[in-house]
């Protein structure tokens, strides 16, 4: 096995946990992120990309489902890992099939529930707070063809209280979200 691992991360919008990534691996012995891989060109993330000095690929929808899926661009940068960060799009199977050693991805809430398309940011949030639930949280788990249905590797819980907005609740769930997703990552990576 190769002692530096490559890992590219998806995302689609701000970019906070690409953000927390990046920081977290710099200087890493043996892990690098190595790649932005981001569907939209007015995200936030392609910010923290130039920053930090992170190569950045722009991807268009026709040729991620019906082309190559930009796998021969993800080989040619020796990525070895790929990690979804506030990644819209489902994965296709072009990818799911050339990562299939590992991809993970970080959703908003405690799997299975509030999971599924269209589940995503505020929704979630405002779907925990109107089925008036007490606790929240996050689950990072492995990706499959199923939106959020893959095996859970890690899940971590927040409080809901009384008073929580959707907001109040994104800014708890992001806290964990920066906490865990990192160290989850780098612990899967050296499993």
Not at 26 to 55: D, F, K, M, W
Not at 86 to 103: C, H, N, Q, R
Not at 132 to 158: L, P, R, W
Request: charged share 20%.
């Amino acid at each position: 096995m190769n002692d530096r691992r490559n890992i590219a991360i998806f995302a689609s919008g701000a970019g906070s946990n690409a953000k927390t990534i990046i920081e977290h691996f710099t200087c890493h012995p043996s892990i690098n992120v190595s790649l932005i891989v981001c569907n939209n060109p007015y995200a936030g993330v392609l910010q923290h990309a130039e920053n930090y000095r992170v190569p950045l690929i722009l991807i268009e929808k026709e040729r991620f489902y019906k082309g190559d899926g930009y796998v021969e661009h993800l080989k040619n940068a020796e990525i070895d890992f790929i990690v979804l960060a506030g990644f819209l799009w489902k994965v296709p199977d072009t990818i799911l099939e050339a990562y299939s050693s590992g991809i993970l991805n970080i959703h908003p809430a405690l799997l299975p529930k509030y999971g599924g398309k269209g589940m995503y940011g505020a929704r979630v949030h405002q779907a925990v707070i109107t089925a008036k639930d007490d606790i929240s949280g996050i689950t990072i788990h492995n990706v499959d063809a199923v939106y959020d249905n893959g095996e859970i590797v890690f899940q971590a819980t927040c409080p809901v209280e009384e008073h929580d907005t959707a907001d109040s609740l994104a800014a708890k769930i992001h806290q964990l979200e920066h906490a865990y997703y990192p160290k989850i990552i780098e612990d899967y990576l050296n499993r």
